[in-house]
């Protein structure tokens, strides 16, 4: 039954963490020197973007396998943390 108890604590951590992201990212405009912060996401050399004239398609590869690998050696580093 403890294990549930840590588990539920990780979900509380990550649920935290994704919602202060995402205020970051609602009120990102409004601090100043910060809007354009996230101005690559979807535009890096290995994302698909295909436009025509009433048909749009965006696949962001690269910006996908960057925020992967970021996103990774964060988990890694935090459960490193945690361990010691």
């Known amino acids: 039954m403890a294990e549930?108890?840590?588990?539920?604590?990780?979900?509380?951590?990550?649920?935290?963490?994704?919602?202060?992201?995402?205020?970051?990212?609602?009120?990102?405009?409004?601090i100043p020197g910060f809007g354009n912060l996230l101005g690559w996401v979807g535009k890096l050399p290995g994302d698909i973007s295909i436009r025509r004239d009433n048909f749009s398609f965006s696949f962001p590869l690269a910006t996908s396998l960057l925020l992967s690998i970021i996103l990774s050696l964060v988990f890694f580093l935090v459960s490193w943390i945690f361990r010691r």
């Open 4 to 30: 549930w108890g840590s588990l539920g604590k990780v979900f509380i951590g990550v649920g935290l963490c994704v919602a202060l992201f995402g205020l970051l990212l609602v009120f990102a405009d409004r």
